[in-house]
């Protein structure tokens, strides 16, 4: 019961230290940025103000005006170098970050192989290949015994038996020629058919 109306334990941050500084350079950022648009308001309101101090005839003001308009305008150039800069440094972290994440995936990748290589040594893969094609021939001749398939030296003892009943069939080759008799008496029996 103390569990439930206790104090439960503090859980860890997963806010890491990385993260602070992307988020700390962000938020620099994000003021720079503020910093410009004020800026930028000032100096599009300087510039009308000049205007209306020169209508008005008052020169030296209006040059004075404009001298703090220029030293703003560099300011708002060097603000851009900064904020480009805070830009490249965001990104390079985060980049840095997605390559620690890589090679800690290549770490454990690594270390799982070598696991692997400990339990399967190549004598192993070489003896498990051996009992699979062995198994995949004595699987093909149940198959083939079972499909009714001859065997090699079957097919060819059929080739053989095949030849014997071609030739004891066939009528032997007269070593004479044929007379005109001969000829006479074969067209006939041709003509009687």
Do not use: W
């Amino acid at each position: 019961m103390g569990a439930l109306f206790g104090k439960s334990k503090k859980q860890q941050s997963r806010v890491t230290e990385h993260d602070k500084a992307v988020l700390q350079l962000k938020q620099q950022r994000d003021e720079i940025k503020q910093y410009q648009k004020r800026i930028e308001k000032n100096l599009e309101k300087d510039k009308q103000l000049a205007c209306k101090l020169l209508q008005a005839g008052k020169k030296e003001r209006a040059k004075l005006l404009l001298r703090k308009k220029r030293f703003q305008e560099q300011i708002l150039q060097r603000t851009d170098i900064q904020l480009e800069n805070l830009e490249f440094l965001v990104h390079d972290l985060e980049f840095c970050q997605i390559e620690m994440q890589v090679i800690n995936g290549l770490k454990v990748g690594n270390e799982a192989l070598k696991k692997i290589h400990e339990v399967l040594n190549v004598e192993e893969v070489e003896k498990i290949l051996d009992e699979t094609r062995e198994g995949v021939e004595k699987q093909q001749e149940i198959d083939d015994l079972l499909a009714g398939a001859l065997t090699p030296e079957d097919e060819e003892a059929v080739e053989e038996e095949l030849e014997q009943i071609i030739q004891a069939e066939m009528p032997d080759v007269p070593q004479e020629e044929p007379t005109q008799q001969d000829c006479f008496i074969e067209t006939l029996l041709i003509q009687d058919i």
